[in-house]
């Protein structure tokens, strides 16, 4: 196991920004930046012996500063997905968000933590652990907290992902990490072939504006379900209202089990690459690129709609203003704690 570091260009106004990559024994590589602690690449072997980078992104930190709101490779935080009506109650205080999706809240934006520059407190042969310092009404939301995210990359070809945090308020944390994965490579175009499984008898009702409304229904008998392993392409345009929401699956998944678990699997039958998702997350939204739209990323290629798929593991939309679904809150001095891995083979 081994990793180096280079530089990975400036930002707008002048900030270095350096890359991290780091390969293990099998030829697998990580690549971080420091810049929005975004995973920039992730190189691993087909079944040929082929490596492919299959993860969307961008060659230097100014493509990340330029991101027009598709998240490539993001830390999204402090809250994950949406918020209905941009605003939340704790302890019956109100707190007013920027309204930046149909009048509601998405990724805690427009001042993301993508675009912002994280501290390197720790580099070691096979992680590296990023923080940054959030102050109390960052983006609208109470309490100081440093926010620390660490990239593990495994001999077992894993890639783990670790949130943790302590806030000196009640506030809501909600992370997660919103790479686009193609298992064919970045630059593959479609990913509608490709298989996924998703271990949930439920998803997140929701309305036209992805809010949801609060029900859970259940896969079985629609589109929705991946409960036995189907191409993405499959149902995706079915006459169902959900999907027509979504302009495809854009949908959080009700995850089966508890604790540290397996909830997802991508799989290419022509590059024979798999990719596993475990989390101790409640829910995992999947994304499947409904909004791309050409946008250029690494290596000067076109990403077009549908040509990547997204596994954000969270905590449920809208979670801190529905009662019955598990909060987001995390309690003064509490600390908050996550992970989530991506774990690739080939056959």
């Not at 109390?136 to 670790?162: A, C, F, K, S, W």
């Not at 790479?179 to 479609?190: K, Q, R």
């Not at 929401?245 to 009700?254: A, Q, T």
């Not at 909830?263 to 690459?273: F, M, P, R, V």
Request: glycine letters at 10%.
């Amino acid at each position: 196991m081994s990793y180096s570091k280079t530089g990975f260009g400036k930002t707008g106004t002048g900030e270095e920004a350096s890359l991290y990559t780091f390969e293990n024994a099998n030829g697998m590589q990580m690549k971080v930046t420091d810049y929005g602690a975004s995973l920039v690449s992730v190189i691993v072997k087909d079944k040929e012996g082929n490596m492919r980078d299959v993860v969307l992104g961008y060659d230097d930190a100014a493509g990340y500063e330029n991101d027009n709101n598709l998240f490539f490779g993001a830390i999204v935080g402090r809250n994950a997905n949406r918020i209905g009506g941009a605003s939340f109650v704790i302890n019956g205080k109100r707190y007013e968000l920027v309204k930046n999706n149909n009048g509601n809240n998405l990724h805690s934006g427009p001042d993301y933590f993508m675009k912002r520059g994280w501290k390197v407190e720790k580099a070691e042969e096979n992680s590296i652990t990023f923080s940054l310092f959030s102050p109390h009404m960052d983006q609208g939301y109470p309490g100081n907290v440093t926010i620390y995210v660490t990239y593990t990359l495994t001999e077992d070809n894993e890639i783990r992902i670790e949130y943790e945090a302590c806030p000196d308020e009640d506030t809501v944390l909600n992370m997660t990490n919103h790479s686009y994965f193609n298992l064919d490579g970045h630059a593959a175009g479609s990913v509608l072939e490709q298989k996924v499984w998703i271990d949930a008898d439920a998803y997140t009702e929701a309305d036209e504006e992805s809010i949801p409304t609060g029900r859970l229904l259940k896969v079985e008998g629609t589109p929705m379900d991946f409960r036995a392993p189907k191409a993405i392409g499959r149902d995706i345009e079915n006459d169902y209202q959900a999907l027509h929401y979504g302009l495809g699956y854009d949908h959080n998944y009700v995850l089966n089990g508890e604790g540290f678990r397996k909830a997802a699997s991508l799989k290419s039958e022509k590059s024979g690459i798999g990719m596993e998702v475990y989390t101790d997350c409640p829910g995992m939204q999947l994304y499947t690129g409904n909004f791309l739209a050409g946008e250029t990323g690494k290596g000067g290629v076109s990403y077009a709609k549908r040509c990547a798929a997204c596994f954000e593991s969270q905590y449920f939309p809208d979670a801190v203003n529905r009662e019955e679904f598990e909060g987001p809150v995390c309690r003064k001095g509490e600390t908050y704690h996550t992970v989530t891995s991506y774990r690739f083979d080939a056959e």
